[in-house]
């Protein structure tokens, strides 16, 4: 039987290192770092240099997940790239890695996905990317993650409610077809757009003409309040909780896999309060959990894929384990994916 299962890991985070203490010193946001890492258990996030974007952040994730899955880049068959932060409005970041991972100069052309689904990006991206190879269409695909959120935060005390919890960086991994009996046994995505405003970062709308404000000059003129990213973390909070557990619950009744079988578990690092509740809920020990939260932020897309490859390279996820990886985030959007690694 054809199976997909993940051939190599990669990750990548800026070098800058932005800790709790420099936002308020540095940006003069009146924050404290009591204040953050009790709402949200960060105690510091990295952010990229000025021209430097998300497609080669995840260039360096890809090219560490292809060197440790033993292939080239020509080997693959389909580069699929999730963001919220793209270079540009179009194309997507997944043609700008392609040309970084030297394909066009070898001329080989594979197609490229973005996937825009935010914080669970990475799982939709997963799943297609495993339905892609279990199918034949396709022998390796490279599934990458990433995100440069520290051009579009309002770094200010307007902002820092939001601003406090996103980081930048990149994760990657390689989903191969196997006749082995392992890799991803299951996975679902789902999403509830009644609540596509609680979280989002409308800097315009195409159904206005035209799409963004402009003065006497036509200069583009963009309020602060659509600019930025806004987010009622009330509502978030309430229904990431109760998607998750429902997410992790149907998952391990589809496969008849329960908590006690299952060796880890890696949730989309958002908010700690967030992955201890959803933990409590389901009676799952701490030693189980993966966290990166409190050194990266919030990378959104990039966070699953991220706690792959640090999980792999410290010898705490190895060969054999069970793997239930969830995540919720903007649209609303969620998924849950088991992997028997």
């Given at each position: 039987?054809?199976?997909?299962?993940?051939?190599?890991?990669?990750?990548?985070?800026?070098?800058?290192?932005?800790?709790?203490?420099?936002?308020?010193?540095?940006?003069?946001?009146?924050?404290?770092?009591?204040?953050?890492?009790?709402?949200?258990?960060?105690?510091?996030?990295?952010?990229?240099?000025?021209?430097?974007?998300?497609?080669?952040?995840?260039?360096?994730?890809?090219?560490?997940?292809?060197?440790?899955?033993?292939?080239?880049?020509?080997?693959?068959?389909?580069?699929?790239?999730?963001?919220?932060?793209?270079?540009?409005?179009?194309?997507?970041?997944?043609?700008?890695?392609?040309?970084?991972?030297?394909?066009?100069?070898?001329?080989?052309?594979?197609?490229?996905?973005?996937?825009?689904?935010?914080?669970?990006?990475?799982?939709?991206?997963?799943?297609?990317?495993?339905?892609?190879?279990?199918?034949?269409?396709?022998?390796?695909?490279?599934?990458?993650?990433?995100?440069?959120?520290?051009?579009?935060?309002?770094?200010?005390?307007?902002?820092?409610?939001?601003?406090?919890?996103?980081?930048?960086?990149?994760?990657?991994?390689v989903v191969s077809a196997t006749d082995e009996d392992r890799g991803v046994r299951?996975?679902?995505?789902?999403?509830?757009?009644?609540?596509?405003?609680?979280?989002?970062?409308?800097?315009?709308?195409?159904?206005?003409?035209?799409?963004?404000?402009?003065?006497?000059?036509?200069?583009?003129?963009?309020?602060?309040?659509?600019?930025?990213?806004?987010?009622?973390?009330?509502?978030?909070?309430?229904?990431?909780?109760?998607?998750?557990?429902?997410?992790?619950?149907?998952?391990?009744?589809?496969?008849?896999?329960?908590?006690?079988?299952?060796?880890?578990?890696?949730?989309?690092?958002?908010?700690?309060?967030?992955?201890?509740?959803?933990?409590?809920?389901?009676?799952?020990?701490?030693?189980?959990?993966?966290?990166?939260?409190?050194?990266?932020?919030?990378?959104?897309?990039?966070?699953?894929?991220?706690?792959?490859?640090?999980?792999?390279?410290?010898?705490?996820?190895?060969?054999?384990?069970?793997?239930?990886?969830?995540?919720?985030?903007?649209?609303?959007?969620?998924?849950?994916?088991?992997?028997?690694?």
């Amino acid at each position: 039987m054809r199976n997909a299962y993940i051939s190599g890991t990669g990750g990548y985070v800026p070098p800058r290192v932005v800790t709790n203490e420099d936002l308020t010193n540095e940006y003069g946001i009146e924050t404290s770092d009591e204040w953050i890492q009790q709402r949200t258990g960060i105690k510091e996030r990295r952010f990229a240099e000025a021209g430097v974007g998300s497609a080669e952040l995840g260039a360096k994730a890809a090219t560490m997940a292809l060197e440790n899955a033993g292939l080239k880049a020509t080997d693959l068959d389909m580069i699929i790239f999730a963001t919220l932060s793209p270079e540009y409005h179009f194309p997507g970041s997944a043609v700008f890695l392609q040309e970084m991972l030297g394909l066009c100069d070898a001329g080989k052309f594979v197609g490229c996905l973005d996937i825009r689904n935010q914080c669970s990006g990475f799982l939709y991206g997963l799943g297609t990317a495993t339905s892609m190879v279990k199918s034949g269409a396709a022998e390796h695909v490279l599934v990458v993650g990433g995100e440069t959120h520290s051009a579009a935060l309002d770094l200010s005390t307007r902002g820092r409610t939001v601003a406090s919890l996103f980081g930048d960086g990149a994760g990657a991994v390689v989903v191969s077809a196997t006749d082995e009996d392992r890799g991803v046994r299951y996975w679902k995505c789902g999403a509830d757009g009644r609540f596509k405003d609680a979280l989002s970062q409308r800097v315009w709308d195409i159904r206005n003409r035209p799409f963004i404000p402009q003065d006497a000059e036509g200069n583009g003129l963009v309020d602060p309040e659509i600019m930025w990213a806004h987010m009622d973390g009330r509502k978030v909070f309430k229904h990431a909780v109760t998607r998750m557990c429902e997410a992790v619950m149907e998952a391990c009744q589809t496969t008849e896999v329960f908590g006690p079988d299952i060796d880890l578990f890696l949730f989309h690092q958002a908010n700690m309060r967030i992955n201890q509740y959803v933990a409590k809920q389901l009676f799952i020990p701490e030693e189980k959990l993966v966290h990166n939260i409190h050194k990266y932020g919030n990378t959104t897309a990039a966070t699953i894929p991220l706690l792959m490859w640090e999980a792999v390279a410290d010898g705490r996820l190895k060969p054999g384990m069970k793997v239930m990886c969830c995540a919720f985030g903007s649209g609303f959007t969620w998924g849950a994916s088991l992997i028997e690694w």
